[in-house]
């Protein structure tokens, strides 16, 4: 008999006994759709936070002494050593500059020191970011000519600073390509002059030397796409202007290109950072430690809800081998009949398994079919992103299917392929 | 009687079918027990913290307002409070405690020559023990006459004395908060208490050491003018917290301005993101839970159904024996009501078993919030899960019933 044909015969045993198989087709479809939905959930979820893992965020290393690091770590108290003195840890300009000359080129060392200012080109009501800036104000990044190495962006016009710029603090600025429109609308930007004022001070004059925006529009987490944003001289921040030449800086980043490994970047910042800033005093961490320990943290709810989620599939599993073992047992004597007319124990065995798969496989497509109506009453009612792809939950839903089918299956197929055709046939 | 042997009958002749019927019963029941106990638990903690601190604790805020396009926001709270007001608060007859509270984030400390940052430490008044109801381990709770004085003396957090001072006592050891240029600050360990009961740092931050106000101020910083506080806690009669805010807003009348106010901060909000969340989680895995009883009430319906063709020929020999529709839909049901009930038991005694860990680990993953123990099988949760088993139990055992019962017995006996 080919397998065509078995399945043929299965369809009609299931058929005949309808009822009995919609109910089970039924369970199987409830069990297997609830776990897809939450499968395809988390699924769609790791995919985020592994594009979240590319971006330049967690592309940078911090270093920070060890008070710092211990103000945010997780632990009520944290030992700081014997040689901590009152004043913090902290980088000056000269500093980080020597890390850049040891460090290869793929990696940026750069600060970032950010202050409000008010322009009078901007009109007074606008500004609608109330943390960063309000009304006429732009909120701009103190920083070195490495941070525009290492982020990507397009220059629409103009370039940025260079590490002259910053030594000899020329008031010089980069626009964002939103702001650069908000000031000049369509007339070029590159050359003009922006006067900026802090607290209601004296208003200084800024050229533009650049405009940037983003790679592609809908990059959300590039850091040119700000609306109100511009990019000047770390040296010509008001707090650099106020410490003078002894500002230091509490957190230094160091930017890490995509080829080049993290944990190796880390190791290279982390002696050389010490042997500028001395042992034990200096701590490296990487934002993409936090991401990790998110990863984790949803990856154990995700297996914590999967295994409650699966509770009905399970009971859907022993429902299903109960009703194979139940029809067995009414075929004992066909099957007698047909190991005593030459059928072979593994035709037997594979013919129940074909019933069982059957089974399974129509379980499975209901399932799939529920999954979409399941992912629809979470996104209305809880607002999860349930939104894995179509493929994905296909193939989870055939695979438990299968899974599932076998599980149930095997026992009652090996049992019938065990049949002694002299005793099914004597009793009744 | 008769309808037991029919029952135990089938078990002695199919123990595997009555095996795994009995198998999926217990899961349902168990899924169902421990997720309604999860919410019954969870919402009894917010229940019981609200019950202990949301009637009678208020924090006193000055309000800073602001006017933008034609809206007053709340923009931030000032430090707008003084000293003295303490005590005017207390003019309230509804008002029995109240504190000032200083956030101090962290403080530097040196013991031994070891330099240690404490995360959260706090200065307040001598009345905050008792209207929190902070627990000591060892030693006492500073005086007023500390408290007026200023004096050098300080209460550390369990958490931070099992660091410090592993296996040893710490009273009367001192921490060194550095050099002000006034010398060596010393301040001697008076105290060391039990960290906060559940949920209450969602309203008071949990500090791990204690000081007197303004003990650690520097003159510098105090200056010559009177020192102003963000924050002042009142302990109210039960349940009059709301007037008890009123009366507040009256006496510290002259605290507000034109665009600052004297607002009350209450416990029940900062609870109410915790009980959506636990609505929330229950929502869901409640789905999970019903699936999972409609499942196991449907491989019942389906077992039945065989069962009853099976036993054909019997049900048809009854019926000519005269057992009347009632009877058989009698004995079917009962059947399945064996099952439910042996099922349910069993499911009941794997959640008694397991619910504690469940619940702990499912309200650690979800909430972050720190609950301490939630509990275990809840009595009512126990009760409901047996009861929707049971009754979804019976309601799909009717269709095969029904089936049983309107068999003529001349068809039933000719097709057995």
Known sequence: MSLWEQLKWSLRHSARQLLESILVVFAIGLGVGVLVTVLAMFLSMNEEFNKIGRIDYFRTLEIQGKTEAARWGSAPIALLGTDVSDHEWGASLSKIMELQQQLPSSMHVFVENGWAAASSLLPEEGGEDYYFYRGNEVFITGTLPEYFRFHDGVFKAGTYFLTEDVLSGNRVLVLSELLAEELFGAEPAVGRTVPLSVDDGEPLKFTVIGVVGPVSEDDEYSVFSGARMAWAPLTVSPFYRSAGEEANFRRVNVGVDQEVDLAQALGLVQSEASLIWGEGTVIVESNLDFWREATKTMQRQGLLIGLLASVGLFIAIINILNLMLARLLKRTKSIGLNIALGSSRWMVFRQFMMEAVSLGMAGALVGIALSFAFAELLKNSLSLFATAKLGARIGLGVAMGFVVSLLFGVYPAYLGSLINPVEALRNE | ?416
């Open chain 2, 1 to 416: 009687m008769e309808t037991v042997k029919f029952t135990l009958r089938i078990v002695r002749k199919r123990p595997l079918r009555s095996l795994l019927t009995v198998l999926q019963v217990a899961l349902g029941v168990w899924i169902v027990a421990i997720i309604l106990s999860l919410n019954f638990q969870a919402s009894g903690r917010i229940d019981d913290a609200k019950r202990t601190y949301g009637g009678s604790l208020a924090k006193i805020v000055v309000a800073q307002y602001e006017e933008i396009a034609g809206y007053r926001f709340m923009m931030s709270s000032a430090s707008n409070l003084r000293y003295g007001d303490l005590a005017r608060v207390q003019e309230s007859d509804l008002i029995e405690n109240a504190f000032i509270y200083r956030d101090l984030w962290e403080q530097q400390v040196t013991v031994r020559g070891l330099t240690y940052l404490v995360k959260a430490a706090a200065e307040t008044t001598s009345e905050y023990a008792d209207a929190i109801g902070l627990e000591l381990v060892e030693g006492q709770f500073f005086t007023k006459a500390d408290e007026q004085q200023r004096s050098r003396v300080v209460l550390i957090s369990e958490v931070v004395a099992e660091q410090l001072f592993p296996n040893q006592s710490a009273l009367g050891q001192i921490l060194d908060l550095g050099d002000f240029g006034e010398g060596s600050w010393e301040f001697e360990i008076i105290g060391v208490y039990k960290l906060y009961p559940p949920l209450l740092d969602l309203f008071i931050t949990q500090p791990h050491l204690i000081f007197p106000l303004d003990a650690t101020r520097t003159w510098m910083s105090l200056g010559d003018s009177e020192p102003l506080y963000h924050s002042l806690y009142i302990q109210t009669k039960p349940d009059r917290v709301y007037e008890a805010v009123a009366d507040v807003q009256i006496l510290l009348a002259d605290r507000a301005t034109d665009d600052l106010e004297v607002q009350g901060e209450y416990f029940e909000d900062s609870t109410s993101y915790l009980s959506d969340q636990v609505q929330d989680i229950t929502l869901i895995l409640g789905a999970f839970a019903f699936i999972a009883v409609l499942v196991s009430a449907i491989g019942i319906l389906s077992i039945m159904l065989v069962s009853v063709v099976e036993r054909t020929r019997e049900i048809g020999l009854r019926q000519a024996l005269g057992a009347t529709k009632g009877v058989i839909i009698w004995q079917i049901l009962n059947e399945s009501l064996v099952f439910s009930c042996v099922g349910s038991a069993l499911g009941l005694g794997a959640a008694l078993l397991s619910a504690n860990t469940m619940l702990t680990l499912i309200m650690a993953q979800a909430t972050y919030v720190k609950f301490g123990s939630v509990g275990g099988l809840h009595p009512l949760a126990a009760a409901l899960a047996v009861l929707v088993t049971i009754l979804m139990g019976q309601l799909f055992g009717l269709y095969p019933a029904w089936q049983a019962a309107k068999m003529t017995p001349v068809e039933a006996l000719k097709l057995g």
